[in-house]
T-cell receptor
């Protein structure tokens, strides 16, 4: 079974530029998560989708971050414009039915995209 | 709100030593508890989990018991190997309105020397 795929793996941009990250979850997984992991910290949830609807985006800086999940499968996370403090690893995760099983479902993580903003 | 606190790191051990990484949590409901591991250059992987009080999760020689009375989920292994060198994250997911969102601790770096 293929895991969660993410691209690119690394990205270096100047501040005020825009950047987009792509995620393909495990086939059949209804719930998709984007986390931000700043160096030395644990991941923090940015946004959660159930199929193609947003369940939780309370921690997403909506003035610069946006995300969508087309047709309930792939997802794209965009930052525009980027700030220095956005330098982090962006992790995508999916679970089979996390929305419905609440806290008991296992999330599967992709390898992440390491973003450096100069 | 929910929070997870892990022991201060990093942790350095010799091969075959006993490992304990402490984890305590704060939650308003009935969380499930998880340990994730991140090997160098790889993504986060689930190591073990426990979904209710007094449950013990185990995998690859690692164990952790969900202690509601002390709000803890300490990770233990009787004899570590060099291949266990990684970053370990304790996390919780609360039932109800959180829809499975994970709250992570800050991570503990483990280095095992031969």
């Amino acid at each position: 079974e293929a895991g969660v795929a993410q691209s690119p793996r690394y990205k270096i941009i100047e501040k005020r530029q825009s950047v987009a990250f792509w995620c393909n979850p495990i086939s059949g997984h209804a719930t998709l998560y984007w986390y931000q992991q700043i160096l030395g910290q644990g991941p923090k949830l940015l946004i959660q989708f159930q199929n193609n609807g947003v369940v939780d985006d309370s921690q997403l800086p909506k003035d610069r971050f946006s995300a969508e999940r087309l047709k309930g499968v792939d997802s794209t996370l965009k930052i525009q414009p980027a700030k220095l403090e956005d330098s982090a690893v962006y992790l995508c995760a999916s679970s089979l039915e996390g929305f419905w099983r609440g806290g008991t479902d296992t999330q599967y993580f992709g390898p992440g995209t390491r973003l450096t903003v100069l | 709100g929910n929070s997870v606190t892990q022991m201060e790191g990093p942790v350095t051990l010799s091969e075959e030593a006993f490992l304990t990484i402490n984890c305590t949590y704060t939650a308003t409901g009935y969380p499930s508890l998880f340990w994730y591991v991140q090997y160098p250059g790889e993504g986060l992987q689930l190591l073990l989990k426990a979904t209710k009080a007094d449950d013990k999760g185990s995998n690859k020689g690692f164990e952790a018991t969900y202690r509601k009375e002390t709000t803890s989920f300490h990770l233990e292994k009787g004899s570590v190997q060099v291949s266990d060198s990684a970053v370990y994250f304790c996390a919780l997911s609360e039932d109800g309105t959180s829809y499975g969102k994970l709250t992570f601790g800050q991570g503990t770096i483990l280095t095992v020397h031969p």
